[in-house]
Structure formats: C-alpha cells, structure tokens
C-alpha cells in the first residue's frame, strides 16, 4: 500500500498536530519495551516473546516519529510507506516490512520461532532500531 493509499483513509492514517509530550513518552515506552525484552534469556520458549517485544519497542519509535511529523498512522503496512515516501529511506521501509511480516506469522499464525532464527532476527531489528533514534528522532 502506498502512502497516498493511506492518505486517503482516514482509518488508516490522520493529520495531527505534533505532540512532543506523546512523542517523549512513546520513546520511553519503547525503551522499557526492549529493556523488557533483554531480560528473557534467549531460549526456543522466549524466542517469540522477544521478537513481539522488539517490534513493539520499533514501532512505537516509528509512531513517535510519525507524530513528530503530524501524522497518526494506525496500520503497520502504513509504515512502511511512511518510511519510504515521507522521510525517503525506502531501505528502512522495507527492512521494518521484513519484520512486521515475522511478526504476523507468529502473533497470527502460530509460527514458532527457534532460538537461533530469533538472535538474527534480534540483532537485525536491533540495528534496524538504532537507525531509527539516529535518523528519525
């Protein structure tokens, strides 16, 4: 879905004014997310909980930047595009599409993910998340 794709629906995306109160809490909620996330042992029983951590912890930055910019977006997809046609890093884009889809396979369709897909796939989101506070925030 492109981003005028998203525009147009209001369900999926709204012009806001930006809130840097919202914004400063969703970085810290982030934070507390992948600190959470640190704490599990890695493990094939906690491989999956990490990963939905991770992710929440990355798109709640990705929220807060959006914010910053005057836009609510409420579908993940809408990130992607957001990512690629309004702050013009297609290759973030497509990176957190890459996660959001690992994501949905386990929230949604019971994948179960073992311990040593889940370390790749942290330390790739990991980095993904470092870009994200550098270049967005």
């Known amino acids: 879905m ?3 794709a998203c525009r147009k629906n ?3 995306v709204k012009e806001v004014k930006p809130d840097k109160n919202l914004t400063a809490s969703l970085i810290k909620s982030s934070a507390k997310k ?3 996330e640190s704490l599990l042992e890695l493990n094939d029983d906690t491989a999956s909980s990490k990963i939905s951590l991770a992710y929440d ?4 930055l990705l929220e807060a930047s959006a914010l910053s910019r005057g836009f609510k977006i409420y579908n993940h997809e809408c990130y992607c595009s ?6 013009n ?3 973030l884009g497509d990176e957190f599409n890459e996660f959001r ?3 949905n396979a386990i929230n949604y369709y019971g994948k179960d993910v073992t311990a040593e897909e889940a370390k ?3 330390e790739e989101m990991k980095l993904l998340i470092k870009r994200v506070k550098e270049q967005l925030l």
């Open 34 to 36: 992948l600190y959470s």
């Open 10 to 12: 209001k369900d999926l």
């Open 82 to 87: 957001f990512l690629k046609e309004v702050v």
């Open 89 to 91: 890093e297609s290759s």
């Open 2 to 4: 492109d981003w005028t």
């Open 57 to 60: 912890a990355l798109r709640e």
């Open 101 to 103: 889809k690992i994501r």
């Open 120 to 122: 790749l796939t942290l």
